[in-house]
């Protein structure tokens, strides 16, 4: 078969090796209990399920769904954004709803690269952005995230003639997988370097809603001048847990939206006009379930975090997202450490070079697990010792 070069080129998925190991393992019969996986547990709200029970019943959403999609989703997605980040929006041309942000994520590249191109990515990171990147035959410059950082880029250690070639940027805030932040004043700092290499700004904040201890996450639209360069994406799966319902939205500078717009026209069809529905109902309904939502992950990362630093790993809080990002123990690679759990306690953690090279060193732990299998796990862990002996459990 004469496959094209960008499907041969393309990296294998990360998580092949380990998700084989999980298989082989289960096929045995033994329990294997996971943290990999970014998937909320929870279930989507009654009041929203409630809303698309309704919604599919009505024959007019069995057909196709309207071009450009509800008017009356695009006017919820912009009150929304009004309400929680003060930011307005025209609904008809700052406002374009996705089949989840991960589509919307892949289809921006074919609004910005032209084979040649370069896009700047963090890295570690979210592997949709390189890799829609390198589909459409551009090349990915990886900006860094490291911890004295705070997993921010470094803007001043991109080379100017790189800055200038590249044609846009991706960022994440909260951020998958470190669990890091960024403020507005760091947004803004990117406003300003965007528009002194002329590039475009990409912000993916699925996570704005998932925060703890109080925190609220801003948008990137918030920053000064943020609408000339900029478009957000947004979803309803992390702070509705709609992972399955598949919505989203992209959000900002008309010109972008509207690439987008023209891109997907070609591609799909639309959102499903009854998971449209839901989405209103989420986004204008009542909010008090993100509260309950992030009371119940706080709880766990609290578990989490304390059970690794017991075992000698360090790990922060995450002030937002729904991951711990763990130092491994010192002699372990990320994958050699994933397999050193899965193999001894039958848990398994996400290496962190997953999420490219720069991943190498950590592994992400996901606060998903429902708390039955987290207290199992929590357990498997305190069991465990370093065969090695390269550390010794703080007991
Ligand atoms: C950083 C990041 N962006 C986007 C997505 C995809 O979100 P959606 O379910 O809206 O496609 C995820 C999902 O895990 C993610 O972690």
């Not at 578990?303 to 995450?318: D, Q, T, Y």
Request: hydrophobic share 40%; aromatic share 10%; glycine share 6%.
């Amino acid at each position: 078969m004469k496959m094209a070069k960008r499907v041969e080129d393309l990296p294998p998925y990360p998580f092949v090796e380990i998700i084989q190991k999980i298989n082989e393992k289960r096929a045995k019969g033994e329990e294997v209990i996971t943290f990999a996986v970014g998937d909320p547990d929870i279930p989507t709200p009654p009041h929203i399920l409630e809303r698309l029970h309704q919604a599919a019943q009505d024959p007019a959403n069995h057909r196709y769904p309207e071009a450009a999609s509800l008017p009356e989703l695009r006017q919820a997605i912009a009150a929304w954004y009004q309400k929680r980040f003060d930011v307005s929006l025209d609904a008809d041309k700052e406002v374009l709803p996705l089949i989840g942000a991960k589509e919307g994520i892949f289809h921006i590249a074919m609004c910005f690269i032209d084979p040649g191109d370069i896009a700047l990515v963090p890295e570690p990171g979210y592997p949709v952005y390189p890799v829609s990147v390198m589909m459409m035959g551009g090349t990915p410059y990886y900006m860094p995230l490291i911890r004295q950082n705070n997993f921010l880029p470094d803007l001043d250690i991109i080379p100017a003639d790189i800055a200038d070639k590249a044609k846009f940027m991706w960022l994440n805030y909260p951020n998958n997988p470190t669990g890091a932040v960024a403020d507005l004043d760091f947004f803004n700092k990117v406003v300003k370097f965007a528009k002194q290499h002329n590039l475009s700004v990409c912000h993916d904040a699925p996570y704005t809603e998932v925060a703890y201890d109080g925190y609220r996450p801003v948008s990137f639209l918030q920053a000064d001048g943020a609408r000339e360069v900029a478009i957000e994406f947004h979803s309803c799966s992390k702070s509705y847990n709609m992972t399955g319902w598949r919505i989203g939205m992209a959000v900002g500078n008309a010109e972008l939206v509207g690439a987008l717009n023209t891109v997907k026209s070609n591609i799909d069809s639309g959102i499903p006009q009854a998971i449209q529905y839901a989405a209103i109902e989420a986004l204008s309904g009542p909010q008090d379930c993100i509260q309950h939502h992030n009371d119940i992950y706080q709880r766990r990362r609290d578990l989490v975090v304390g059970m690794l630093n017991k075992l000698g790993i360090e790990a922060e809080p995450p002030k937002a997202s729904l991951y711990v990002w763990a130092k491994v123990p010192a002699g372990y690679t990320s994958v050699e450490f994933s397999n050193e759990l899965l193999e001894r306690v039958g848990v398994v953690v996400t290496p962190g070079t997953g999420f490219g090279k720069g991943g190498e060193g950590y592994v992400r732990l996901s606060l998903t697990l429902p708390d039955a299998a987290l207290v199992k796990a929590l357990s498997r862990l305190a069991e465990w010792r370093d065969p090695r002996n390269k550390f010794k459990a703080k007991r």
